[in-house]
C-alpha cells in the first residue's frame, strides 16, 4: 500500500512538470534593438537626460522583460511591464542625470525570456558647463 501511495505522489509530481508550463520560462527566439548605443554627444549641464531605445519581439512566444538594470543610480530605466506579444515593439525609456560634469557611458542590462538575454544597451556623451 506505501508503494503505491508513493508511485502515484511521484506520478503527480512528474506530470505537474511535465505539463505545467511558466511563461517566463519558455525561450523567444530573440529580441532585436533598433540600436544599442544611445550617444548624447556634448551637451550643457542640465540638459535632457532622456532617451529611448526601441525593440521587436523576433520571438514565437510573449516576450517578458524580467529586470533592466544599470551600472549606476545616476541612470533611471522604465520598461514595459506587460508582456510584448511577437512580431510587435515595445520602448525602454532611459534618463541620465545630466548634472554631473564630464564624459559618461553608462551600461544598462535587459534581461528577459529570450534566447539572447541578456542584452547590454549603453548610453554615453559629454556633460559640460553652460558658458
Known sequence: MKKIVFFLLLL??????????????????????EK??????TIVKGSDG????????KGQGPL??????TS????????????????????IKVKYDTNRLGTFSKA???NSNAKNSPVTIIIKGNIINKQ
Open 72 to 91: 549606476c543610480g545616476c541612470t533611471v530605466p522604465e520598461w514595459p511591464s506587460t508582456p510584448i506579444p511577437p512580431g510587435r515593439t515595445g520602448i
Open 64 to 69: 517578458i522583460l524580467n529586470n533592466v538594470k
Open 12 to 33: 503527480n509530481f512528474l506530470f505537474k512538470g511535465l505539463f505545467a508550463q511558466n511563461i517566463s520560462n519558455v525561450k523567444n527566439d530573440s529580441i532585436i534593438f
Open 50 to 57: 532622456n532617451s529611448t531605445f526601441n525593440f521587436t519581439n
Open 36 to 41: 544599442v548605443v544611445h550617444d548624447y554627444g
Open 108 to 110: 544598462i542590462t535587459v
